[in-house]
């Protein structure tokens, strides 16, 4: 399974890539706001440099003649660009036309697996189920993603299932045991993967065995 980050914010990109665990990242225009960027194409440009992998950028345009204009500007910004297309009618169209230009999607707010199927029809090169909102609101998130998978596999289609809205590392795990392409996560989440305390216990006793070593040598 691939890891992304879902951020805009470069610093944080350019620590999971020396991290040498960063895969591709995935903006969205919340992520963007935060992070204060005003000039949306240079931001992009900066985080497709940096990053060794697919970079998410999403339209802001929801007429399928904006999604595509916007959609075709977004890829020329850097190969690695992904437009990133809300499921909508309009998002699905944008996606056909956009796919048949050999200009890679994703199709993001995904929450029911009918929706799924038909941006994969569509020929979204990602998919994106949001597993945390709909925990928010008392479903099992995590369940979508496993039914996507199903589907996937039952008919062939070659979209890759990108597990996004995960809030903890157990996410991250439920969703690589599920069959995810690539996990989405904040930086936060991803920084958690690393720890464990009794990794920092064992450290701790390892380097306080060999200090004490060295006092009696
Ligand atoms: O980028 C899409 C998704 O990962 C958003 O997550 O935490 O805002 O639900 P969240």
Redesign the pocket.
């Known amino acids: 399974m691939q890891f992304f980050l ?1 951020t805009a914010q470069l610093a944080e990109i350019e620590q999971a890539a020396a991290w040498g665990i960063l895969d591709g990242v ?3 225009p ?2 963007m706001a935060k992070a204060g960027v005003r000039d949306f194409a240079a931001h992009y440009q900066a985080i497709a440099r940096l990053t060794p992998g697919p970079v ?1 950028a999403e339209v802001i345009g929801v007429s399928y003649a904006d999604m595509v204009a916007e959609g075709r500007q977004l890829a020329s910004l850097a190969p690695n660009i992904v437009v ?1 297309i809300p499921f909508l009618p309009d998002g699905v169209r944008a996606i056909r036309t956009l796919s048949a230009e050999g200009i890679r999607t994703n199709c ?2 995904i929450f029911s697996p009918i929706q799924a199927l038909i941006a994969a029809k569509a020929g979204a090169t990602y998919l ?1 189920p ?1 597993v ?2 709909l925990d ?1 609101i008392g479903h099992e998130g995590m369940a979508l993603v496993r039914t996507i998978r199903q589907l996937l596999d039952t008919y062939k289609l070659p979209a890759k299932l990108l597990a ?4 903890h590392p157990r996410h991250v795990l439920e969703a690589a045991l599920a069959g995810a392409d690539c996990a ?3 930086f936060a989440v991803m920084q958690q993967l690393f720890s464990h305390p009794l990794t920092e216990k064992g450290l701790a006793q390892f380097l306080a065995d060999y200090a004490q070593l060295q006092s009696h040598a």
């Open positions: 879902d995935t903006t969205n919340s992520l998410s990133k993001t707010l994106s949001f945390g909102r928010d996004a809205s995960l809030r989405t996560m904040p």
